[in-house]
């Protein structure tokens, strides 16, 4: 494993490595041989459930193989390559951790796995699938995968397996029945009003610039392979990132020092490897780092997760969605989880659109459970967000082979009865069909110049196909999905500046990886600065303290409790100004 300590004074990209190896250790696994005779397995107790899957983890000794482990835990061979990525050509190492899916509670539905795996919900009087989607935070899909037996609808009574590691709504205290209550237009449900939780800043904001700090920072970075490369050769794209990453990381820490920040950085490579990753821990190097960044893959993350807690040590994992903050308060999950996206661009719609607010689906979508899981919601958090709780969305349907519009009753209208001449018009699109996009928003574009309109999309992909007069014309908000369409907006003196040290440090354009390095590693490092070691405690202060502009990638973490970790919330959304004829990112 290469360990890279610290940047060099004057970071010049020569060659292929940007960096200074200056200390290499071999940790050295025994490989297993062809000519051996299986010996017997014995069944792990190390038994885990990760997203929604129940497994246990075990690990290879001389001797074992597919065939034995897959005979002693009663699965195929194949169901255990799927879950084990790292295993290659059906080899084994001695030493090799992995994960065996457990399929006896499925086969045998025994109560006692449904109360570990599951909340169990009794359907009250007017309860839908909807109503516990919204209730619980977690997709219908999951509720139904959970609950095979459901086809006709809920009964008065019935019980309803809730899988526990998929709720993300903080469930209220059953005696704190006196706090402010709001009952659910749709489902009659009554249900705390704030159903985040509500976490006050309780600590103070001092530079810590008296004390000295360690990060550490784990990437694949292939340095021993990538070292033995002619320049003829062309580096992996998927090396390529990481080093981008780290080399955007650089940039911060060196803004970072100039603001009084004192730090130790080590820069460990772990060749997408968890063996390399528990030779690390095992080694003790990352006993005394304050905060950990990295790993990157969920295999080498597994390893790492459970050792940063054990030693309260914050751990930011960078680039994956792979969500361990479940039962880890030390976890930061800085890529914004997917399953979340669709809850956060409601709440900003909530209190961005209130007004004069009409929803425009595909007639096609009308029952699809994802958008009446959408439409409910967003019906319960405008009507919440507005002082006078009058305020609702109104609802029309698109026609695509008509190309007309038609009323929820499939009574056809012209669009003209639902648009104001003189109040601005709010337009929500919540389909991801890109030919039902781009001849909405074609029409709409048609009726711009006669109606103030503003229209939000809520998936950037689907207006691949439209021009950008279009997208101007209607006033265009997009969330921004930072995996697929990263933005930054090179009008901002900030991201300019970025630039011009990059090429110069690096002698090259930064990437989209070089800004997400940048903005991760300056966020946490000025929460370091600020909050010193009190990490974990003083995350509600953060967002009235670490006002930094994020070049690309925002941040505003959020916990559930319960000893949990943090998730970021913080929600991308470009906006297309007509007036100016400029894309800006506006929150």
Known sequence: MAVLTKEPEKPLRSGLLPLIVLLIFSFCSASVSAQFQA?????????????????????????HTLFSIAKAYGVTEEEIIVCNPAIKDNTLPVGLVIKVPDNTSLRTGKKDDWQNRFLIHQVKPKETLSALSRKYGIRID??????????????????????????????????????????????????????????PCNTKAYIHNQEHFEIAMLLPLHVEENDKMFFTDTLDEDYFRYYEFLEGAYLALDSLRQSGL?????????ERNP?????????????????????????????????????????????????????????????????RQIDEAISYLASHYKDNLL????????????????????????????????????LVYFNEIGRDFLTVE???????????????NRI????????????????????????????????????????????????????????????VDYQDSAAQNFYA?????????????????????????????????NLTASVPCWSEILNHQALQTPFRFYSAGDGNGFDNIALPVIRYRRDDLLRKRVN
């Not at 590691?165 to 009554?190: A, C, E, F, L, R």
């Not at 004192?262 to 772990?270: A, E, H, I, K, W």
């Not at 229209?455 to 279009?470: D, I, R, V």
């Open 275 to 339: 063996e390399m990753v528990r030779a690390l821990i095992n080694s003790g190097q990352l006993n005394l780092a304050d905060l950990i960044i990295g790993p990157v893959y969920p295999s080498e993350l597994e390893v790492a997760a459970p050792f940063a807690m054990s030693r309260q040590i914050p751990l930011v994992t960078p680039l994956s969605s792979f969500d361990l903050t479940k039962g880890n308060p030390y976890v930061f999950q800085a890529r914004l989880n997917p399953d």
């Open 410 to 424: 499939s009574t056809p209208v012209r669009i003209e009865n639902y648009l104001s001449r003189s109040v601005l």
């Open 501 to 533: 040290n990059y090429r110069i440090s690096w002698n090259a354009d930064p990437s989209r990886y070089s800004f997400q390095g940048f903005d991760l590693t300056y966020y946490f490092g000025s929460a370091l600065l600020n909050f010193g070691r």
């Open 39 to 63: 010996t017997p397995v014995k069944k792990s107790d190390n038994h885990v459930t990760s997203n929604g899957k129940d497994y246990y983890i075990h690990e290879v000794l001389k001797g």
């Open 428 to 487: 929500i699109i919540p389909n991801d069909d890109e030919v039902f996009t781009t001849e909405l928003t074609n029409q709409l574009n048609t009726k711009s110049a006669d109606y103030p309109l503003s229209a939000f999309g809520l998936y950037q992909g689907a207006f691949n196909s439209l021009s950008l007069e279009n997208l101007f014309n209607v006033n265009l908000e997009l969330f921004g999905d930072l995996e697929e369409y990263p933005f």
């Open 262 to 270: 004192s730090l130790t950085f080590s820069v460990y490579d772990t």
């Open 142 to 199: 999951d509720i139904k995968q959970a609950n095979p037996e459901i086809k006709g609808g809920l009964t008065i009574g019935q019980e309803v397996k809730i899988p526990r590691d998929k709720i993300t709504v903080s469930q209220p205290d059953q005696t704190s029945v006196n706090q402010k209550q709001d009952t659910d237009p749709v489902s009659g449900i009554t249900t705390p009003a704030d159903q985040k939780l509500n976490q």
């Open 359 to 394: 929803v425009v689906c595909m007639k096609t979508g009308k029952n699809d459970p994802d958008f009446q899981h959408f439409y409910q919601q967003l019906q319960i958090e405008v009507k919440n967000a507005d002082p006078a709780h009058k305020a609702a969305p109104r």
